[in-house]
């Protein structure tokens, strides 16, 4: 029999979406399913992402729970009828599940900001400072593998680099730009391939230099996903087991607010291209 494919972390949002709602209107699973004319299990499966839900049951759904948010009715009813067959499935059964969610949410989004303290930002990465992260953090890692982790890498970069790119904005802290991974070489052509990047009218860059006084924000490194409406923006935090998905309101209005606090001290878009350019010439 073959396996269940395991739901991605946009399908799981659905799922959490519809579930919240439910809540919110005070309904248990079995009222919510009587009100649908189904059996409280085929909640409980869409709730979990293990089954789908249709654009007319969603619908109902949603009228049942009394949900009069007509954008994000419509944002999650694009969401439960995609279809897309991204580049990353290729990389299914190769790359864990949580790595291939990330390009999944990036193709998606509407932008993306990324705050960095000790690397540079992935969407901004040369393939030979990714090789330098994935052979330093895995050297039991043999070189096809290594190669399949800068080649999916270097793919999300499609993003920015594509027609009609991604709105982007990068807050990268001096430490990352100074910590050499690789040689003097490599950190040159990094150095350089943020310089060229920060010119293009989609991309933000921001520098937030050593010398700045009562700066404590250095915990907020995030990766922040706009959805179609804010309700389904995403933050994406390194865990010790990869990447972790947050999507609570609260902590989005926190995440949102930390970010905003680094952007404002943070060197203007200006002098932090002329801040990269000064380090580039040292090397």
């Not at 189904?38 to 109902?60: C, D, F, K, P």
């Not at 067959?85 to 290729?90: F, H, I, L, T």
């Not at 993306?112 to 030979?128: C, I, K, N, S, Y």
């Not at 009562?214 to 922040?224: I, L, P, Q, R, W």
């Amino acid at each position: 029999m073959r396996a269940k494919r395991e739901p991605t972390a946009r399908q799981m949002r659905l799922a959490v979406e519809l579930r919240r709602l439910r809540e919110a209107a005070g309904l248990s699973s079995r009222e919510a399913a009587a009100m649908l004319g189904v059996n409280s299990v085929q909640i409980s499966q869409i709730e979990a992402g293990t089954s789908g839900v249709s654009e007319r049951r969603l619908r109902r759904m949603a009228a049942n729970y009394a949900c009069d948010d007509a954008g994000l009715i419509e944002a999650l009813v694009a969401v439960a009828s995609d279809r897309t067959q991204g580049w990353w499935e290729k990389y299914r059964g190769h790359l864990p599940t949580a790595f291939l969610d990330l390009p999944e949410l990036e193709h998606h989004a509407a932008y993306r900001w990324d705050v960095e303290f000790l690397h540079v930002p992935g969407l901004l990465q040369t393939a030979e400072y990714a090789r330098g992260l994935f052979t330093y953090v895995n050297p039991e890692f043999p070189s096809s593998d290594v190669d399949l982790w800068v080649e999916h890498r270097m793919q999300r970069r499609i993003i920015i680099e594509r027609p009609g790119p991604v709105p982007y904005e990068a807050v990268i802290h001096e430490a990352a730009l100074r910590i050499r991974v690789g040689d003097r070489l490599a950190a040159r052509g990094q150095l350089n391939r943020l310089l060229e990047l920060s010119e293009a009218e989609h991309v933000t860059m921001r520098v937030i230099p050593f010398d700045l006084d009562d700066f404590g924000g250095a915990g907020s490194a995030m990766v922040y996903a706009g959805g179609p409406v804010p309700k389904l923006d995403t933050v994406v935090r390194d865990g010790p087991n990869g990447p972790v998905y947050i999507d609570a309101e609260a902590q989005l209005n926190r995440y949102r607010t930390l970010f905003r606090r680094v952007e404002a001290v943070s060197l203007d878009p200006s002098g932090s291209r002329d801040f990269i350019h000064r380090l580039a010439k040292e090397l």
